[in-house]
């Protein structure tokens, strides 16, 4: 999509949001290159600020192709905000509900359109300790293996030490720096004459997770955990954590 066709919404977004985004933190921006020139895509993002969508969609917007995010329902029905999220064509996911697969039908709509649909594949924050992403929903693999457009993995780092994940309070001094990096497109090729089943959608997620990984190693220069945060294993273990203490404390008041 080029600079002419990114329209009034978006340029209005960018007026407002540019200038506490160049003066809150420095860019270290690499990586467009690989980021389509024409024709149809998806941007698959890690999540660890609050504050990352506004600078990833900073970087996104200085490649003169804008990016398409899938957000919550609830934000397009809170004034001047919802304005501007429908304004700037972005995409409603309806949670728990039987609109929750029109956002795939859009997204799919938006990439044979020729734009570019930007996904955040753990759907929150990262929760891993570390800040790593972690396993990811199948939403994006879904759309791309339908599609068969580029998926092209992008990592940032910084705007999660401007504000940390759940944090209320952003910390402002020193200056945090921005780093982002796309990567090539992940080769999907070998899903494409597979039925879309669960498994093949969840392989398919492990290869964009990785990919993603991949890049943010680049970013931090050091290894990530060889086995991603898993938020559904967590909850498994702590379900059995406190049902093994449960019996430790019954057992214990049983003797006395």
């Not at 001047?80 to 995409?91: K, P, S």
Request: with cysteine; net charge positive.
């Amino acid at each position: 999509m080029s600079r002419r066709r990114i329209g009034f919404w978006y340029r209005f977004a960018a007026v407002i949001c540019k200038p506490p985004l160049v003066v809150l933190i420095k860019r270290d921006w690499r990586g467009m290159e690989h980021i389509p020139a024409e024709g149809g895509f998806i941007t698959a993002v890690n999540h660890n600020s609050h504050l990352d969508p506004f600078a990833y969609a900073h970087y996104q917007y200085n490649t003169g192709r804008v990016p398409r995010f899938l957000a919550k329902s609830g934000l397009f029905k809170k004034g001047f905000v919802g304005a501007a999220m429908r304004g700037t064509g972005q995409i409603p996911v309806y949670r728990e509900s039987t609109d929750a697969l029109s956002a795939f039908r859009a997204a799919i709509d938006a990439v044979e359109r020729g734009e570019c649909v930007a996904f955040y594949p753990e759907g929150t924050l990262t929760r891993d300790p570390d800040g790593w992403p972690m396993t990811g929903k199948t939403g994006a693999a879904r759309v791309a293996l339908q599609t068969k457009c580029p998926v092209i993995p992008v990592a940032q780092w910084g705007a999660n030490e401007l504000l940390p994940p759940y944090a209320r309070k952003p910390s402002l001094f020193p200056r945090k720096t921005h780093h982002v990096l796309a990567g090539p497109p992940v080769d999907l090729s070998r899903f494409y004459d597979k039925e879309m089943t669960p498994e093949v959608l969840k392989e398919a997620t492990e290869v964009i997770m990785a990919a993603i990984t991949r890049q943010l190693e680049q970013i931090r220069g050091e290894k990530a955990p060889e086995t991603p945060y898993d938020p559904r294993r967590e909850r498994i273990e702590q379900r059995r954590r406190t049902q093994a203490q449960t019996r430790a404390r019954q057992a214990e008041g049983q003797s006395k």
